[in-house]
């Protein structure tokens, strides 16, 4: 018995580090544009580091703008998005730029 809770402590441990190295990521669900014509477009980047310590709407702007696309708006900027169904959803920009 003994021998089995800490086998789970040590998996709750180690879960608990591998899920902390894996919020250092920050994810950026955006909406853009492009004139003449039209064009929008819903999409998803990854900066490094956690979404408090960077200007997310400046470095997604400048991402965006590197090939003639307008940010128009931050939706969500968080580590914690379900990046499978994104995947799905975003189909060419997802994780694009």
Not at 38 to 59: P, R, Y
Request: aromatic share 12%.
């Amino acid at each position: 018995m003994l021998f089995k809770l800490i086998k789970i402590s040590l998996a709750l441990c180690f879960a608990t580090f591998f899920s902390a190295a894996y919020a250092n990521e920050c994810f950026v669900l955006y909406k853009a544009k492009k004139d003449n014509p039209l064009k929008l477009h819903l999409g998803l980047i990854q900066i490094n580091g956690q979404c408090s310590d960077h200007d997310v709407e400046g470095i997604t702007s400048k991402r965006l703008s590197s090939t003639g696309w307008k940010l128009l708006q931050i939706v969500t900027a968080s580590g914690n998005i379900d990046t499978k169904k994104m995947e799905s959803d975003l189909g060419d920009y997802f994780l694009k730029y």
